[in-house]
Nanobody, 124 residues
Framework: QVQLVESGGGLVQAGGSLRLSCAASGRIFSWYAMGWFRQAPGKEREFVAAVSGGGGNTAYADSVKGRFTISKDNTKNTVYLQMNSLKPEDTAVYYC?????????????????WGQGTQVTVSS
């Protein structure tokens, strides 16, 4: 059984930084891409960032490019999302997800396992 456990969310002022972590178990971590998605109240869950199984390829939503960085440590079975220059519109529940394949993708349907989510709140 694949399990994903996020941590690192919290309350931060606009312009601040947070680092989210997602610890994975139950599948060979380096074989699968990982992604981060977020969902704000009343909105659809949206893609944020993804990283390939080996960690060499990444993809980002336009809204976070240049501010967020996704990385993957296959020795620790953990994926990270470093979030800098946070804005109030980044406020959401952030979810990590494990893809069915090695290649990073923004397609929500490609992900078959999801974490429980961690709240990020950015105050203005």
């Amino acid at each position: 059984q694949v399990q994903l456990v996020e941590s690192g969310g919290g309350l931060v002022q606009a312009g601040g930084s947070l680092r989210l972590s997602c610890a994975a178990s139950g599948r060979i971590f380096s074989w699968y891409a990982m992604g981060w998605f977020r969902q704000a109240p009343g909105k659809e869950r949206e893609f944020v960032a993804a990283v390939s199984g080996g960690g060499g390829n990444t993809a980002y939503a336009d809204s976070v490019k240049g501010r967020f960085t996704i990385s993957k440590d296959n020795t620790k079975n953990t994926v990270y999302l470093q979030m800098n220059s946070l804005k109030p519109e980044d406020t959401a529940v952030y979810y990590c997800a494990s893809d069915r394949t090695y290649s990073s993708t923004s397609l929500r349907g490609s992900y078959d396992y999801w974490g429980q989510g961690t709240q990020v709140t950015v105050s203005s």
